[in-house]
C-alpha cells in the first residue's frame, strides 16, 4: 500500500510539474472565459454601435410609410420622389447605411424588397424589416375582406406565446423545469466524462509505454507487483485530471466574474442583476428601482425562471451518479488503455488495438448528443445500460430524468464490467510489459491473458 | 550455505521452453556467474529470482526459507537493459526507486550522498537523466541497485557501456560489496571479468544446465594435460612418447612452447626432460580460459 503511493506521489508531481500541464492549466479557463464573455462583449460593441440610417424608397406609393418602426440600431427615414438608381450612386456619401427598396409588386412575390448597403447587414436589422413588413402586408391583405373592428379585433388577438415545460415525479410532486437547462447540463455532463475518459485514459497508456520503451518497468517491478505499478500510474493520472479540472472551473468562474464586474459594467447586464435585490428588498426603494425593474422585467423574470428550474435538478443524484461513473469508467477504460500500451514497443503501434476501444466512446458521445433531442429514445435507453457506453449516455440522460431501476440496473452492470476489465487488463499488461521486439496481435494477447504468475 | 537456491525450475512461454529443470545454488558471499549464449534462458532465470514471474514448477529458497513477496528488499536488481525516467532529475529518481525498495526518505538521502560521492556523481543530483552520459547513467543505476544494501545482488551485464576506467571502479565496488557481505549473481558475457570475478559459475544452454561448478575446478577440469613452457633463447625441443608438441615460437628472446601430455607422466619427469633443451623461466599447467570452455561446451552440445 504505501508503494502504491510512492508510484501515485511521483505520477501525479511529474505531471503536475510540466511545463505543459501549467500552460494548458492556465490558458483553458482564459479561452473558456473568452467563449463566454465574447458574445456579450460583441454585444455591446453593437450597442455602442453607430446609428444606421437607412433610406426607405417605395416606386409610385406610400404604402409602408412609417411601417418600419426605428431601432436603437437602425433608424428608417422615408424618401418620397426619390429614384433608386440616383440615390444607389451616393447614399454612402449622403450619410446613409443602406437603401430599402420596396417594389411596388410586394403583395404578391416577397422577392420584391431589396436592401442596398456596402456592407453585409446584421441579422437582427433584417429580421426587423421582414417582421415590420410583413405584419403590414397581411393587414393590407385582411383590410381587403372588408371586415368591420379590424383594428380591434387585430389587437385582441396579438398574443404572445413562451412554451413552460412542468415536469411531475412519481410522487406526484409538480416541478418547474426548462428543457435548455437540462439540454445544458446533458451536454456538459456528457462531454465532461467523454474528456475524462479518453484525455487522461490515453494519458495512462502514454505513461506505460514510455516505461516500457526506456525499460524502467523492469527496475519497479523488480520492487513492486505490476499491479501495483498500474494502478498507482492510473490514480495519479486520475488525481491529476481532478486537479486540472477543479483549477479550470474555478479559475474560469473568476475570470467570467471579474470581467463582468469591471468590462459590461457600462451596459444593462449588470442593471438586472442589480434589479435583484431591489425587488427582493422590497417597497421602500419604490421610486428608483420601479424605473429600473420596470425596464428589464421580462428578461429579469426569464433569469429567475431559468434559475429556479436549474435549482430544481436532481444535484444529489446527478454529483453522486457522475462520481460512480467517472470512477468505474475511467478505471475501467484506463486499464485497457494500459494494457494496450503494455502491448505494443511504440506509440505507432497502437492503432490497431485503439480502434475498438475508441469506437465505444465515440458511440457513447455521439449516442449522449442525440439524447439531447430525445432523451427517451431506445437508442439512448440500451446505451446507458450497456457498461461501455453508459457512463457517458447515463450523465446525459441523468438531467432529464430516469426511473431509479434503470440507474440500478446500470450502475451494477458497470460494476461487473469493470471488475472484469481490471481484471484481464492487469493480467494482460503483466505479460506485456515485458515482450519486446515482437509485433503483438489480439491472439497473443489472448494467450496472456491465461498465462500463470 | 548457500544463501540462494533455485532447485529444478522450469518455465514455459506458451509453446516455448525457456528454462527445463535448472538449479542453482549460491554461497554466501560469493560471486556467482550465471553464463550462456543469447536466448539461453538467464534472463527468464534472473526474472523469476527477483519475482517479477513465477516458475511453472521448482522451489526457491532465500537462506533456506521459501522466497517470499517482501523479499524483494533483500535483492538488488541491475537489468541488462537499463531504464531510467528520462526527463526525470537524477536525485528524485535515486530517491523514488529507493523509497520503493521500502526505505525511508531521509534514510534513502543520506545513503544517496554517500554513493553518489564516492563514484563523483555528486554534481548531477539536480540535473535530468537525458542530460547524463551513458555510463553517468549506468553508475546512478549501480548506485539504485545496491542503494538499499541488498543481501543478494543481481548485475545483468553491468560493465557495457563503461570505458576501462570506470569498469574498473565498478569491479571495485563489486568486491567490496561481496567483503562486506553481499552475495552476488552476475550475468555476462565477457569471460574475462568471469575469470577475474568469478567464485562459482553455471552454465546455461536451451533452457539447460550444461555446466556448473567452481571456476578454478571447471578450468582445471577442461586443462586436458597441457602444460606452458618458457626458456630462454631460441630453444627447439621435440615431442616423444610421453608427449606432444603442440606449439611453440620465440618471442622476445624467448622460446614459449605449449605441450600436451599423452601418458600418465608426472610433472617431474617432464620436466627432467625438458630441462636438458635450455634454461626453463617457467613450466605451468596451461588452463584453459573461461572463453575456450564457454565456446567448447556450447558447440559441442550443437
Known sequence: ?453 | MALFEAKNVTKQYGSKLALDNVSISVPEQCIYGLLGPNGAGKTTLIRIINQITGPDSGELLLNGNKLMPDDVQYIGYLPEERGLYKKMKVGEQALYFAQLKGLSKAEAMKRLKYWFKKLDILDWWGKKVEELSKGMQQKVQFIITVLHEPKLIIFDEPFTGFDPLNTNIIKKEILFLRERGATIIFSTHNMESVEELCDNITLIDNAKTLLEGSVHEIRSKWAANEYDLVFDGDVNIEGNGHYNILKQHVENNKSIIRLKTTSDINTNDILQTVMRSGSITSFNPALPSMNEIFIRVVENRN
Open chain 1, 1 to 453: 500500500m504505501n508503494k502504491i503511493s510512492v508510484i501515485i506521489k511521483r505520477e501525479y508531481i511529474t505531471r503536475v510539474r510540466k511545463k505543459s500541464f501549467i500552460i494548458m492549466t492556465i490558458l483553458a479557463p482564459i479561452l473558456m472565459a473568452a467563449i463566454v464573455i465574447l458574445p456579450t462583449v460583441i454585444m455591446m460593441n453593437e450597442d455602442g454601435g453607430d446609428l444606421k440610417k437607412i433610406a426607405v424608397i417605395e416606386d409610385n406609393s406610400d404604402l409602408f410609410k412609417g411601417t418600419i418602426k426605428n431601432t436603437k440600431e437602425a433608424e428608417f427615414i422615408y424618401l418620397e420622389n426619390v429614384k433608386v438608381e440616383e440615390l444607389k450612386k451616393s447614399f454612402a456619401t449622403a450619410g446613409y447605411y443602406g437603401i430599402l427598396y420596396i417594389s411596388p409588386e410586394i403583395v404578391n412575390t416577397p422577392n420584391a424588397i431589396q436592401l442596398i448597403s456596402k456592407q453585409q447587414p446584421p441579422i437582427g436589422l433584417l429580421q426587423h424589416i421582414e417582421n415590420s413588413l410583413k405584419k403590414e402586408i397581411e393587414k393590407q391583405k385582411l383590410l381587403t375582406f372588408k371586415i368591420s373592428n379590424l383594428d380591434e379585433i387585430m389587437k385582441t388577438i396579438e398574443t404572445n406565446v413562451s412554451v413552460q415545460t412542468i415536469k411531475i415525479d412519481d410522487s406526484g410532486e409538480v416541478k418547474e423545469t426548462s428543457t435548455g437547462i437540462a439540454m445544458a447540463l446533458a451536454y456538459i455532463l456528457g462531454f465532461l466524462m467523454y474528456m475524462l475518459v479518453f484525455i487522461f485514459g490515453s494519458q495512462v497508456m502514454r505513461g506505460v509505454i514510455e516505461e516500457k520503451t526506456s525499460r524502467v518497468v523492469e527496475v519497479i517491478i523488480s520492487s513492486v507487483k505490476p499491479v501495483q505499478l498500474m494502478m498507482g500510474k492510473i490514480v495519479g493520472i486520475a488525481l491529476v485530471g481532478l486537479t486540472q479540472f477543479l483549477i479550470w472551473i474555478f479559475l474560469t468562474m473568476s475570470i467570467v466574474t471579474v470581467l463582468k464586474t469591471t468590462i459590461l459594467q457600462k451596459t444593462g447586464i449588470t442593471e438586472i442583476s442589480q434589479s435583484i435585490p431591489q425587488n427582493v428588498m422590497g417597497a421602500d426603494q419604490k421610486t428608483d428601482a420601479a424605473v429600473q425593474t420596470a425596464t428589464v422585467s421580462p428578461e429579469l423574470a426569464e433569469f429567475s425562471k431559468l434559475f429556479d428550474s436549474a435549482m430544481n435538478q436532481p444535484w444529489g443524484l446527478i454529483i453522486l451518479s457522475f462520481i460512480f461513473y467517472f470512477i468505474t469508467g475511467y478505471l475501467l477504460y484506463a486499464s485497457v488503455f494500459a494494457a494496450i500500451g503494455s502491448a505494443v514497443d511504440n506509440e505507432t503501434e497502437t492503432q490497431q488495438f485503439m480502434l475498438p476501444v475508441t469506437i465505444p466512446i465515440i458511440v457513447g458521445l455521439m449516442v449522449a448528443m442525440g439524447t439531447m433531442q430525445n432523451p427517451e429514445s431506445s437508442l439512448s435507453f440500451w446505451c446507458s445500460l450497456i457498461p461501455l457506453t453508459s457512463p457517458i449516455v447515463m450523465m446525459a440522460r441523468i438531467p432529464f430524468g430516469v426511473p431509479y431501476w434503470e440507474i440500478a440496473v446500470s450502475m451494477a452492470l458497470m460494476l461487473v464490467t469493470f471488475i472484469g476489465f481490471v481484471w484481464m487488463a492487469a493480467k494482460i499488461y503483466r505479460t506485456g510489459i515485458l515482450m519486446y521486439g515482437k509485433k503483438t496481435s489480439w491472439k497473443e494477447m489472448w494467450k496472456w491473458l491465461r498465462y500463470s504468475g
